[in-house]
């Protein structure tokens, strides 16, 4: 294990508070807003899952993500040694470790089946490049997307080509390829997003995909609508497993973690919102159902790209970013593990990025089959795609978040705590702290419980 100092990382640091910002967003902002936001809502009512979602990406999301960057910064490793050195620091047991365990192990999970997933993208922008979308109705687009995901061949050459773009970016190390990506790209994502809810509101169903999205009624938010909005906060803002915690292990120390959280949380909402104000009038408009599942933003974007005007050029933009947006994501969803391998081995960069690059494409070949010729092999009425996102979003970021809130709120001497927060020691401060010691673990478990139907 390295000693460098407490003001340093042996992994490098970022150059400017922009980079980890954006950085962050890079990591925050991906499938998550702009695949999976949607469908979910669509899946499940709508405005009820909206709303419980914004609750808590405020209320534990926020917190969570500060007490992340805190403890990330503070320990200057990985995960799983950040917490060592912690638990060592503040004389408790090494067994805290388990929150970076844990936390890569969901990362490796989800990126298993994230990069099966962006390769859907990397097939749709191939496709936008020649035009294919042109004149798009509900039938081509629903037909287009089933011979897509209906191949595991297809899927796996594009799930190969995945593996290997992450593993590359990884290999050059982060700082320069992310910091320079991310900021080009995050204002881009913005605009196109609001080209196409100009389109939405032109062309589609707009009163109805807004009423759809805002309307609240509280009788449709059932324990299980509440367990899956809270397990897409947590995956959308990347938090509970150590994401946050090892970008902030290389975040300067004077660079303030209220405001960075503040920004990156902040992005996140706004496109997860903007994609589902963009979506779900064209939804209505095509006569489509909200309730597709994984396929809805492929199968319905393509008939508004293959209809506006510009529309060409608009997908292929769209797609492109949506690539990138999820590359980023990707990275930041390795970088615990490969960053675990060159602290406690002395592995190379290079060999812990090969190494790990391949466990995620073997375990990922149980996503390409899942849409296709796995599709009926279930557990519990779950197929292996389904399992892993399940039990990523909805069970380990969660319990990875209440064990960071948990030590971040009571293992930390508060003295300490105060000067690394950033926050003064006023109501601010105190209002974290106190979210953070008992809202923030008190309401993830009755979720968490609640959800799974245990009480
Ligand atoms: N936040 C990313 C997204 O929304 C996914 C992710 C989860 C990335 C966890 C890193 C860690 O797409």
Redesign the pocket.
């Known amino acids: 294990m390295s000693t460098s100092s407490s003001d340093a990382s042996q992994h490098g640091l970022w150059s400017k508070r922009t980079a980890f910002m954006f950085a962050a967003i890079g990591?925050?902002?991906?499938?998550?807003?702009?695949w999976?936001f949607p469908y979910m809502t669509g899946e499940n009512g709508g405005a009820a899952f909206v709303l419980v979602y914004l609750a808590c990406v405020v209320l534990i999301g926020l917190p969570i993500m500060m007490a992340e960057i805190v403890l990330g910064r503070r320990g200057r490793h990985s995960p799983v040694h950040t917490m060592r050195r912690l638990a060592e620091q503040d004389g408790h047991s090494t067994n805290w470790q388990a929150i970076g365990w844990l936390g890569m192990l969901?990362?490796v999970m989800?990126l298993s089946f994230?990069v099966v997933i962006s390769g859907w993208t990397a097939a749709y922008l191939m496709d936008s490049l020649f035009n294919t979308f042109q004149g798009f109705d509900q039938a081509s687009a629903e037909g287009h997307f089933n011979r897509l995901v209906d191949s595991p061949w297809r899927l796996l050459a594009w799930h190969t080509l995945m593996v290997v773009l992450v593993a590359w970016v990884i290999l050059r190390g982060v700082n320069r390829g992310i910091e320079q990506a991310t900021t080009v790209l995050i204002p881009s994502l913005f605009a196109l997003l609001l080209l196409l809810v100009g389109y939405a509101a032109l062309y589609g169903d707009f009163g109805r995909g807004l009423t759809y999205m805002f309307a609240f009624d509280y009788a449709q938010i059932t324990p299980e609508v509440a367990l899956k909005a809270m397990g897409q906060a947590?995956?959308?803002?990347?938090?509970?497993?150590g994401?946050?915690m090892v970008y902030g292990a290389y975040l300067p120390r004077q660079f303030s973690i209220p405001e960075a959280a503040g920004v990156v949380v902040t992005a996140?909402v706004l496109v997860a919102i903007l994609m589902g104000v963009a979506l779900f009038p064209i939804v209505f408009a095509s006569s489509m159902e909200p309730g597709a599942g994984p396929g809805l933003i492929f199968q319905t974007l393509v008939i508004a790209f293959g209809q506006m005007p510009g529309g060409w050029l608009v997908g292929i933009l769209f797609f492109a970013l949506t690539l990138i947006?999820?590359w980023t994501?990707?990275i930041?969803?390795l970088e615990p593990t490969v960053s675990w391998l060159v602290d406690s081995r002395g592995m190379r960069r290079r060999t812990a990025t090969l190494g790990s690059s391949a466990v995620i494409w073997v375990v990922g070949l149980g996503t390409v089959v899942s849409f296709n010729v796995g599709s009926d092999w279930t557990l519990y009425g779950r197929n292996f795609f389904e399992w892993m996102d399940y039990l990523t979003s909805n069970v380990m970021?969660p319990i990875g978040g209440i064990l960071i809130a948990i030590y971040a709120g009571w293992m930390v001497k508060r003295s300490v705590l105060e000067e690394q927060a950033d926050l003064g020691n006023g109501l601010l401060f105190k209002s974290w702290l106190w979210l953070v010691r008992l809202l923030v673990p008190t309401a993830v478990f009755l979720i968490l419980l609640h959800g799974f139907g245990w009480v």
């Open positions: 990591s925050a902002v991906g499938l998550g807003n702009i999976k969901a990362g989800i994230y947590f995956f959308s803002l990347s938090i509970g497993m994401a946050i996140d947006a999820a994501s990707a930041s969803l970021l």
